[in-house]
């Protein structure tokens, strides 16, 4: 297949999904606050793509939620060149993606992330996942999100799950507190085998993050909680905050590629606290 049919296909795909997640988020806000969106462009200069992102705040159930849909291209920067398979022989690049992130109000609701994106140098692949990360232990939540996540994986290749789950733990992990992000997902990067099969894992790994998060919110959304409950909440937060400024990837590759700030930094929760 010619690459610039891939590139067509996956970003109109990404594009697609943030309409329908949006679609959904706005649903279940009853359609009483609207998403602000913001568009940008990588380079005032020249045409190095863009994007769109979407914030919506002070909800009846999110804080917070950003989704944000990226098409950029251009070429990396010499010193980030050799940390990108492919980009040492060529520094020229092409990128899309969305990435969602879901600041709850209700704090037995759990926050929410998830990324898939499709880059582009000599050598061209998919990356992405999805992690929930709760203030309030459940265990019944985190059983029930990982069997759908296994089921999910299964659909494509028995081996992905265990792999990808592997991935994931280590990924969102905290060095400094020696303690994990949440309770897991899934995490998969340079996945270029097979476009059709791979593009067809991409899509479904963003059906299935839909079918969640809906699916949380709806079990959860009536819970009681207090002040202690949200004090927890803020706390967990800032362990949120500490990893995507400390050693989220996608943080570090959208700063260092002239992305949007906003945009990048829309993952960090309204409101945090430390002990």
């Not at 010499?78 to 704090?107: C, L, T, Y």
Request: net charge positive.
């Amino acid at each position: 297949m010619d690459l610039e049919i891939k590139k067509d296909l996956a970003s109109n795909w990404f594009k697609t999904l943030q309409e329908a997640i949006c679609n959904d988020i706005s649903n279940l806000e009853n359609n009483k606050i609207q998403f602000t969106s913001k568009t940008w462009k990588r380079s005032k200069i020249k045409d190095e793509g863009g994007g769109e992102y979407r914030i919506l705040k002070n909800g009846k159930i999110f804080d917070k939620v950003g989704v944000n849909y990226s098409k950029v291209y251009g070429a990396f920067p010499k010193e980030f060149q050799k940390n990108i398979p492919g980009a040492a022989k060529d520094p020229r690049f092409w990128a899309s993606g969305i990435s969602v992130v879901m600041h709850m109000k209700n704090p037995h609701i759990p926050a929410m992330h998830f990324n898939t994106r499709y880059i582009s140098t000599t050598y061209d692949w998919f990356g992405g996942g999805m992690d929930v990360t709760p203030c309030i232990n459940d265990i019944n939540e985190k059983r029930n999100f990982h069997l759908t996540l296994k089921k999910m994986c299964d659909r494509h290749n028995k081996s992905y799950y265990k792999k990808y789950k592997k991935w994931c733990d280590e990924y969102f992990y905290l060095p400094h507190r020696k303690e994990a992000r949440g309770i897991g997902g899934i995490f998969f990067d340079y996945k270029k085998k097979n476009f059709e099969k791979d593009f067809k894992f991409v899509r479904d790994v963003g059906v299935t993050f839909q079918m969640i998060f809906n699916s949380i919110i709806e079990k959860k959304i009536k819970k009681k909680w207090n002040n202690k409950d949200k004090e927890i909440q803020y706390i967990k937060r800032g362990r949120y905050a500490e990893f995507n400024l400390l050693y989220d990837r996608g943080t570090k590759f959208g700063l260092q590629t002239g992305g949007n700030v906003e945009a990048i930094l829309m993952s960090l929760p309204p409101l945090a606290k430390w002990n």
